[in-house]
């Protein structure tokens, strides 16, 4: 899956529990993000500055959680834990691996660590290269200053995330009752989300995929087969429907592409009309994969029906 940073992406097999979203890939959250909900993951947690998850963060592998972010639950982890300077967790922080600890950092509940724990000077790295550089350069040590420079490129690569992935952008809430992105919106195969979604970007839902909520975008709609929305799905694009879907709301769009199969429970309004036919499968997943590897799909889609 290629890596948008617009784009709120929740992968397939995601599952929306009371207070807690269930997945097996890494979790990534980002600046001044967060989410009315707890995360665990067969993989890592990525959590950026100035972020906020409202429950507990369980991981299999490490966790990263940046500077003056807050966590308000318990963080466990069978791996390593880095923490950023004045992050707050307000529960407990377990640790099977090392525990590396940044300043002012606060831990309500306490923590245990079986590993190695790295309390960090207060004074940031970035001073310390800065005052040594100073030094050299005051002692004429250029070939130093060169090979310094050379190690911190080497050591200042991004980490590698896994291909399966959960990605709430920069900004973006992911919330219990409304999320409002500012971007698109894609959901994976087999997912269970609860939560109504704010989108201005395209909006695709997987096969077999259940949401508990609204659906409103300004663009497209592409929904998979066999997907339940209870609520409204409202945009001022176009909606493609796939075969036997079913929604328990309202639904209107530009042009609804509606095949005998689906189900609307609710009123349909289509601005420019419905088509009763059948969703070519082949040329919608054709668009659907420029979708994912981030080409542009904004053109018209009515060459993907019968």
Not at 164 to 173: A, D, Q, R, T, W
Request: proline share 3%; charged share 30%.
């Amino acid at each position: 899956m290629p890596f948008d940073r617009k784009t709120l992406l929740i992968p397939e097999d995601t599952k929306f529990e009371e207070h807690l979203i269930v997945t097996d890939g890494d979790v990534i959250i980002g600046d001044n993000a967060g989410a009315d909900f707890g995360f665990k993951t067969e993989g890592r947690i990525f959590i950026g500055e100035r972020a906020e998850v409202k429950g507990n963060l369980v991981a299999k592998n490490d966790i990263y959680i940046d500077m003056f972010s807050r966590i308000e639950g318990n963080v466990s982890s069978d791996g390593n834990v880095y923490v950023g300077n004045r992050v707050i967790i307000d529960g407990k922080l377990s640790v099977k691996g090392d525990l590396d600890v940044g300043d002012n950092v606060e831990i309500k509940g306490g923590f245990e660590a079986k590993g190695w724990i790295n309390i960090r000077s207060p004074l940031p790295l970035i001073i310390y290269i800065f005052l040594y550089l100073l030094q050299l350069l005051r002692l004429g040590k250029s070939e130093e200053i060169e090979k310094l420079i050379a190690e911190l490129e080497e050591n200042s690569k991004s980490i590698p995330i896994s291909e399966k992935f959960l990605f709430i952008p920069n900004g973006v809430h992911l919330g219990i009752q409304k999320t409002k992105t500012f971007d698109r919106l894609l959901i994976g195969n087999r997912c269970r989300i609860m939560g109504n979604f704010e989108v201005p970007g395209l909006v695709n839902i997987g096969d077999e995929s259940v949401v508990h909520g609204s659906i409103i975008s300004e663009s497209d709609i592409v929904i998979g087969r066999k997907v339940e929305i209870f609520g409204n799905v409202e945009t001022d694009g176009d909606i493609y429907l796939n075969e036997k879907v079913k929604i328990h709301g309202d639904v209107e769009g530009n042009r609804v592409y509606l095949p005998r199969s689906a189900t609307i429970y609710g009123k349909l309004f289509a601005k420019r009309g419905a088509l009763f036919e059948k969703v070519d499968k082949e040329k919608i997943e054709e668009k659907l994969i420029r979708f994912n590897s981030g080409a542009d799909i904004v053109d018209e889609i009515e060459d993907a029906l019968e």
